[in-house]
């Protein structure tokens, strides 16, 4: 079993969304941008599905090579993972079993834990 968890401010992604017209695009895919975008508050489950992805590759020990949109978090209640890519040829290759996330939200943090089972 790997664990990563990830905690980011919202505030920050606010920032980003409003700096960087780009940056939904880039690391949010068209299921999540249609999820976070039918919100009150986008940024604020733009942030947390953006620490999920974080902690998705935290747990499955890829860090930073992964692109952003081979992770998608995606359904509620509980949100489920797709990965695709080379994130996906890398979860096979340390063969990486299922994949539990778990998103929250305040005022102003979000933070996500991911549990990845060895296969």
């Known amino acids: ?3 990563g ?3 980011i401010e919202i505030s920050r992604v606010a920032r980003a ?3 960087h017209p780009r940056f939904v695009e880039r690391v949010f895919t068209p299921i999540e941008r249609e999820y976070c975008l039918s919100r009150a508050n986008p940024a604020q489950h733009f942030a947390a599905r953006f620490a999920g992805k974080e ?7 890829f860090g ?4 952003w ?3 998608e ?3 509620r209640p509980k949100p489920g993972v797709s990965l695709s890519g080379r994130t996906l040829a890398w979860a096979e290759r340390v063969k990486a079993g299922a994949i539990d996330l778990s998103m929250t939200h305040s005022k102003g943090m979000a933070a996500a834990v ?4 060895d296969a």
């Open 5 to 7: 968890i990830d905690l």
């Open 69 to 71: 949109r081979e992770i």
């Open 1 to 3: 079993m790997r664990v």
């Open 17 to 19: 969304l409003e700096r």
């Open 64 to 67: 930073v090579p992964f692109t």
């Open 73 to 75: 978090i995606a359904g």
């Open 55 to 61: 902690a998705v590759g935290k747990a499955l020990g």
């Open 114 to 117: 991911a549990v990845v089972d």
